[in-house]
């Protein structure tokens, strides 16, 4: 005599895909914060690794948890947490001259995700174009925030000028690493 018995799961499929995509979130505004350890003393606004960081948050999680990523990284520097640049603990981060860049974060890492996302398999061409448009949103609101203390003129000097070189190199770094990760994803 054989006897069957019906057992459902304590956790459900989509309660274990809920619980790994919030982790995937958490742990991308981790990264974002360990990014803007990496930097380079400038005045107004510090020199980091913070834009290669949305770029590969915009690649590997797509816009919608990007977003996520970047609004708990900025939850936990309105918690007076260190994961602003150089360890910075500011609650009022939106005070500081950086702030126009923070609060781009958000807007560029989720049109940059999204744009990706509208390809099945983009080229370089079309990653290169979105992490562009997200850094283009980057460089305007944060220089839109340095406003609120210098010129339009010096506001373009110190905080877009500077960061050039830096940002193109960003851009080839973040879309070579988006054909590796599709090599990735695709295996």
């Not at 459902?8 to 990014?35: E, H, N, Y």
């Not at 007076?80 to 500011?90: C, D, H, I, N, Y």
């Amino acid at each position: 005599m054989q006897v069957y018995v019906e057992t459902t799961p304590i956790i459900s499929d989509k309660t274990k895909s809920r619980a790994w995509t919030a982790l995937q979130v958490v742990m991308g505004s981790l990264f974002l914060a360990a990014c803007s350890q990496i930097t380079i003393p400038l005045y107004p606004v510090p020199l980091t690794m913070q834009t290669l960081g949305i770029f590969i948050l915009a690649m590997m999680q797509g816009g919608n948890r990007a977003l996520g990523s970047t609004l708990i990284y900025l939850g936990l520097a309105c918690l007076g947490l260190p994961v602003l640049a150089e360890g910075t603990r500011q609650a009022f981060w939106w005070l500081l001259p950086s702030a126009g860049y923070l609060v781009a974060f958000p807007i560029a890492a989720y049109v940059s995700g999204k744009m990706i996302e509208w390809r099945a398999r983009p080229r370089l061409w079309w990653v290169l174009l979105s992490h562009f448009t997200g850094l283009c949103i980057i460089y305007t609101l944060g220089v839109l925030g340095l406003m609120r203390i210098l010129s339009f003129e010096q506001s373009l000097m110190v905080g877009v000028v500077p960061f050039l070189p830096s940002a193109a190199l960003k851009l080839i770094m973040a879309s070579s690493l988006n054909g590796l990760f599709l090599r990735w994803k695709q295996r």
